[in-house]
């Protein structure tokens, strides 16, 4: 019996081993090859030197209503391996007054908590949140601060972080109809797609390592510090691909998923457009057990950061269109950082150690500009789809849209829609 045709996965960050699940699942041929020496892409972990731990690279949010999550997590075997609260539960801090309070959105799809002053943001009434369900409707080309007023508690306290936190974007110039996307996904459905979730013990726990033994037991073939230097195209196919270990051949019947970063797939396919302006996170961790009960996730108004992660054995921040911080130096931002925690958490004494890890091009600059740039996962080679949380998903660039879009590029590589 003649083996099934080959699928060629180039880059392993999720959207390639989202895509390599599907399709290994499927019985098919998988080779995954990867340019680093280890999967992941942005979404690792790491053994850190200074702090003597596990740390991720980025404090990366999920929401319970992110569906491809849920698909990948249970497909891999690692459905339990995302944490927190039973109900939607969002304690905030601000630090100009020092007041502390709790977003707590009801679990079905009905919100009437915005109804109850205990449940809201202090200081709104309920219209103002008549603002979600302006986002919600299609704004192609607007940018945010086109459709809404951008001032006023509901977004001085919420909506603010809130959007530049899901579009890593100043969210004033930042796309509403990406803005709609996040809103119809999870406060529109109800609480009980809102419930925030955070990879335990890590990233690399929850979403690689699982994924990498699943694929090994499915009999893919997986090659690290393998990079993709060149294509050979043939009118309307790949014909190769040209690595550094060598010529691959793609025969007739093979196909070829290219899930690597925006600007690698712009040098290898030059005709294809892609985005062409990032933006940076900053993650500042430090060293230091929480304090009893402290919760796992706090908002932050009025601070550097947007959010503080309690984990086990460290507190962590992560401060998202952050590019404005990359130059500064280390121990001042350390400082600055810090100043955030010590504050919600109120603590005192020097700054503990501390590792601040810069993603220069987190993800692409969600604005209407940029998000008119994504590519669609099928190209104009007809065994050649693309994946990556930079193509045209309908999300910003999250956990959630690279998932949705390996999913995509492997249906479509088998010939059977966009979805499983």
Known sequence: MAEPPRIHIVGAGLAGLSAAVVLADRGLRVVLSEAAKQAGGRCRSYHDSVLDTVI??????????????????????????????????????????GRRWVLRPNDGPIPWW????????????????????????????????????????????????????????DPKEGSADLAGAVVRETLARGGHATRPLVATPSLAAAFVDPAL????????????????????LAEDRVAALHFDDGEQQVDAAEQVILAVPPWTAQSLLP???????????????????????????????????????????????????????????????????????????????PVPPTRIVKE??????????????????????????????????????????ALRSGEVAASLATGSGTTR
């Open 213 to 232: 033994m699943h694929l090994g037991r499915q009999g893919a073939e997986i090659r690290f510090g393998r990079p993709l230097r060149a294509i050979t």
């Open 271 to 349: 005709d294809v457009k892609t985005p062409s302006a990032f933006n940076a996170i900053v993650n500042g961790h430090f060293r230091i057990a929480p304090p009893p009960r402290a919760a796992s996730l706090t908002g932050l108004v009025g601070g550097t950061a947007e959010w503080v992660f309690a984990f086990h054995d460290r507190l962590s921040v992560t401060v998202s269109a952050a590019d404005r911080l990359l130059d500064m130096d280390t121990d001042r931002l350390a400082s600055l950082l810090w100043a955030d925690v010590a504050a919600v958490h109120d603590l005192q004494g």
């Open 114 to 169: 915005i109804l109850d002053s205990h449940r809201r943001v202090p200081g709104t009434n309920p219209l103002e949140y008549l603002a979600f369900a302006t986002l919600m409707r299609r704004h192609p080309g607007r940018r945010i601060d086109e459709v809404l007023s951008c001032r006023g508690p509901l977004w001085d306290m919420f909506l603010k972080q809130l959007l530049v936190s899901a579009l890593n974007t």
């Open 360 to 401: 220069k091009r987190a993800t692409f600059a969600a604005t209407p500009a940029q998000e008119a740039r994504r590519p669609a996962a099928a190209t104009r080679w007809h065994n050649l789809f693309l994946a990556g949380d930079w193509t045209a998903t309908g999300l910003p660039a999250t956990i959630e849209g």
């Open 56 to 97: 991720d690279n980025g404090n990366h949010l999920v929401l319970s209503g992110n569906v491809a999550v849920t698909r990948y997590l249970r497909a891999i075997g690692a459905a339990d391996r995302l944490t927190g609260p039973d109900h939607p539960i969002f304690p905030f801090f601000d630090l100009g007054t």
